[in-house]
């Protein structure tokens, strides 16, 4: 006879017996939820509209992986970019240092 086949609400129940003490299940929940709640404010922010259409968040990771820019990439040759990188807008901690595109 092989291993007996347990039904899936007994081995959720044993796995969560088991774990409990690790990591409290109340904590994913609640995680799980605020992540859902920042990714509607995401959606909902009058600030991130840009030619009538609004920002989408489409995963529930986004808020985890926007603080997480590591590199900047540029075109050295100037083949892409006509080697015009300009800072456009500066904001930070809720004061905004204006625009700094020379066109405008």
Do not use: C
């Amino acid at each position: 006879l092989g291993p007996k086949k347990w039904p899936f609400y007994i081995m959720f129940l044993r796995f969560s017996i088991a774990f409990y003490h690790a990591v409290p299940m109340s904590l994913y929940v609640v995680y799980e939820m605020l992540k859902l709640l920042l990714g509607f404010r995401v959606n909902r922010d009058e600030q991130m509209f840009y030619e009538g259409q609004g920002a989408s968040a489409r995963t529930a990771d986004l808020m985890e992986e926007m603080g997480q820019v590591d590199f900047v990439f540029s075109d050295k040759t100037g083949t892409l970019t006509a080697n015009d990188m300009v800072f456009a807008h500066g904001h930070v901690d809720g004061r905004d240092f204006g625009d700094f595109r020379p066109d405008r």
